[in-house]
């Protein structure tokens, strides 16, 4: 499958269309972007590639982030609260001769506009215009980690699209540490809201740094994994409390199984500590999903610590179909 160029009154080409988002200094200047990053991709032919780099105008009233590299299967990635693309890095690197990668952003993560309204469903419905949009050819595999798995889930029921599948990486629900402070928002308001934030931030840079420490790498490896953590971290100051009081009575997020006629699968990190694996088990009975599979010795962010093991599983389940 192709990626043909868009060209409408809709969509933007930002500065880094035409580069390689696998060369080595992508990620170090990913978090800066703008014209620097671009100058500096422009001097250097071995950077350049054929990403595209868009932002796409969505229900008329502000623009969405979106990245589009490789070539095969299509397969968008929607990554949880606070991370964009160099979270990706290594599928941009090792799948993109087998899918077309797509990478949007949520409101408020990169250059993806902040909007009013960012409960889930409201962000899945932006997600399936901004896949209506593109000129791509065939149904899309769509993955959706911690947050991000929540908004897939809403893309998915809205079939604007044709969805070949959804997965589901770590994703919040009942049982995770966000849940049990929900109801607390109302009542306990922005001080509350702040401290949760900083809490589950703080489990997830604990999770992030004794998975990878534990994998006993090389220095220049482990360096190139902390790396993609760090930079990835490009959203609007303002977007986390939103998100939380967009969210906090959401009591149907779940509550989709009978909308969603496409396989749904659910891909869990044996030692993930941000999000209980209790939860997922609990989506997959709820959601009623096709299959449960764990990474041995990841956590949270398999795509990072694990590359190979999640690979495979992307390989095995969406290549050529």
Known sequence: MAYDSMETSETAHLELTGIDPTSACFIEYWANGGKSAANHFQRD??????????????HGNYKMEVLIYGHGTPIAFVSGLGMT???????LRDLSDHFTIIIIHKPGHGDSELTGNLSYKSIGRAVASVL???????????????????VALHTAAQAFSPIASVTLVNTIGANNIAASHMS?????????????LTEFNTNL??????????????????ELKYNIYNKSKVMHPAAYAQYML????DKNNYELSNQLNMPLHLLVGEKDSAVDNGNSLALY???????????PGAGHFPYITHPDLFDSFLLKNFLNT
């Open 45 to 58: 032919k071995a950077t350049r590639g054929d990403l595209q780099h868009l932002q796409i105008a969505v």
């Open 85 to 91: 693309t160099p979270a990706w890095y290594y599928q």
């Open 132 to 150: 209506k949009a593109l000129p791509i050819t065939g149904p899309i595999h769509l993955v959706g980690t911690c947050a991000g798995g929540v």
């Open 184 to 196: 607390k928002l109302s009542r306990d308001g922005v001080k509350e809201i702040m401290r949760y």
């Open 205 to 222: 840079d604990n999770d992030f740094k004794t998975i990878t420490d534990g994998l006993h790498l090389a220095q220049t490896d482990l």
């Open 246 to 249: 967009s969210n906090y009575e």
């Open 285 to 295: 009975d709820t959601l009623n999903a096709s299959s449960y599979t764990v990474i």
